[in-house]
């Protein structure tokens, strides 16, 4: 089993920067990859960006490319989400979620999730 914790979400305005940490908690060798989803006010969840446990590979959402950056400390076995020239669009919960190595693409272990608020 792997746990995640989602942190860092509150009431920013537009322009600002805002850094999300998801720390992984149990068998976080069995991690493939760390992927952060978003779910906005009335809409339905979608990708923000991925990042691969051993390698490192990063992938962003075309909404999100240039602003924002995901990044992970193995030591601490958290991965992080900073985000830069935040929109009010950008306003979600965000959750992490993560897929297991013998499953790759199912994402069988979700945090709580975090609310991002940009305000205009």
């Known amino acids: 089993q792997v746990q995640l914790v989602e942190s860092g979400g509150r009431l920013v305005q537009a322009g600002s920067s805002l850094k999300l940490s998801c720390a992984a908690s149990?068998?976080?060798?069995?991690?493939?990859?760390i992927t952060w989803f978003r779910r906005r006010p009335g809409e339905a969840r979608e990708f923000v960006t991925a990042?691969?446990?051993?390698?490192?590979?990063?992938y962003y959402a075309d909404s999100v490319k240039g602003r924002f950056t995901i990044s992970k400390d193995n030591a601490k076995d958290t991965v992080y989400l900073e985000m830069n020239s935040l929109k009010p669009e950008d306003t979600a919960v965000y959750y992490c979620?993560?897929?297991?190595?013998?499953?790759?693409?199912?994402?069988?272990?979700w945090g709580q999730g975090t609310q991002v608020t940009v305000s205009s």
């Open positions: 979620a993560a897929d297991p190595r013998s499953m790759k693409g199912r994402f069988d272990y």
């Open positions: 149990g068998r976080t060798d069995n991690i493939y990859s």
């Open positions: 990042l691969t446990r051993d390698s490192g590979n990063a």
